[in-house]
């Protein structure tokens, strides 16, 4: 599933006839085109929150230059991000640091130096208290607080009941700006992303990987006074040589297009429905050895006992080498998991019911094998 972009499948013939049709009229002009208005129009159709949006080349970008805007907007240095989501590469956004109430960040990679990781300060996800506790003290140094709504990078973790709320409350007490990272969500959970599922409404948004229709695209976007903020019109540089590059543009526009057919997302969420459905009582069988988790069309699997699970602390201590034998064993049966128990699965519109009896039949097998 290519990590999360293909939610209508491998190779979809509308999407490839799209990019086909357009590179027969360049590859790139360098300079605005009717392609990217189009799919503007169409995310800002989509998207609660989005009244403005900027197209780049990847979700990276896309968070990189949000995290920029909302510095250049608030005149603040300092950033909250929460402890295991995962935002792209740039520096300043690959600081996870320890659990536990937010301390400076230290670098998660070698590469980030201690300069860039100090104004990013790193909360637990589900936890008001702790990030009450951080904006009560640094609030008028912090631009923006940036999370995945649903973290799918640090296996799925749920947002508790009320959670999500919470967060825009404290951003909104405190003068924070909230950046919501779609780029896994949005257009996933549903046609507006998490914020139209959880009905909270960030300031700035980032989109990716199913906004390209598998070619490379980002966007971010939101309220209309940031966004005025950017170059030529406002003083936050950012610009790009390929970005809104007419051939991942119409692919863009051939997907969301797809996207807003009626029943599309009734059609996946019962997919996801099924899955669950047919494979919790597998799952059942071992015990309480393996715990699955799912949101609409995203799931894992975990190698725990522990069945809560709404904590990055609790995910660590999952078995993950245990999780390298069972992607073997699936691997032996024709299923291709995502290749580490951090990542999540997607279903794609592609999936049928046959599939998806074909993937609980080898993970019951797979988890026979392994585990008795
Ligand atoms: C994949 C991902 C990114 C980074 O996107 P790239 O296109 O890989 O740079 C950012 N945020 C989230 C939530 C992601 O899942």
């Keep these: 599933m290519s990590w999360g972009p293909l939610i209508f499948g491998h190779a979809d013939p509308q999407v490839i006839e799209a990019v086909r049709e357009t590179a027969l009229s360049g590859t790139s002009f360098g300079t605005p085109h009717r392609y990217e208005v189009e799919l503007a129009e169409l995310v800002i159709s989509m998207v609660p929150s989005i009244e403005k949006v900027r197209f780049v080349s990847s979700g990276t970008e896309a968070t990189m230059s949000a995290v920029r805007l909302a510095r250049g907007f608030t005149g603040r240095d300092k950033i909250i991000k929460l402890d295991g989501c995962y935002h792209g590469h740039a520096d300043f956004l690959l600081v996870a640091a320890g659990s536990g109430l937010a301390t400076f960040g230290t670098p998660d990679s070698a590469g980030v130096t201690e300069g860039n990781a100090k104004d990013t300060l790193v909360v637990p996800y589900n936890d008001l208290e702790a990030l009450s506790a951080v904006l009560e003290k640094e609030s008028t140094s912090i631009a923006a607080l940036i999370l995945e709504p649903v973290p799918c990078n640090y296996g799925l973790i749920l947002p508790s009941e009320g959670y999500l709320k919470g967060v825009r409350e404290l951003c909104d007490r405190y003068g924070v700006l909230l950046i919501f990272d ?27 990987k199913i906004l390209g229709g598998g070619l490379p695209v980002g966007a971010y976007g939101g309220r209309k006074d940031i966004m005025a903020k950017i170059a030529p019109e406002g003083p936050v540089y950012q610009a790009g040589t390929l970005s809104g590059n007419p051939l991942a543009m119409a692919a863009g526009i051939a997907t969301m297009k797809k996207l807003n057919n009626q029943n599309f997302y009734t059609d996946l969420s019962a997919k996801g429905r099924s899955l669950r459905d047919k494979l919790v009582p597998v799952i059942k069988k071992f015990n309480g050895a393996v715990q699955f988790r799912d949101i609409e069309s995203i799931f894992c699997l975990y190698f725990t006992a522990d069945t809560d699970l709404s904590t990055v602390d609790q995910v660590r201590k999952c078995d993950m080498k245990m999780f390298g034998t069972f992607h073997s064993a699936m ?37 026979e094998e392994i585990l008795s």
């Design 182 to 208: 779609e780029v896994i969500s949005g257009f996933r959970l549903a046609k507006g992303g998490a914020q139209e599922y959880f009905e909270v409404t960030p300031d700035l948004t980032t989109l990716g």
């Design 331 to 367: 691997l032996k049966r024709g299923i291709y998991l995502s290749p580490s128990g951090y990542e999540v699965g997607f279903l794609s519109s592609a999936h049928t019911e046959s599939e998806i009896d074909r993937t609980v039949a080898a993970i019951a097998e797979s988890l």
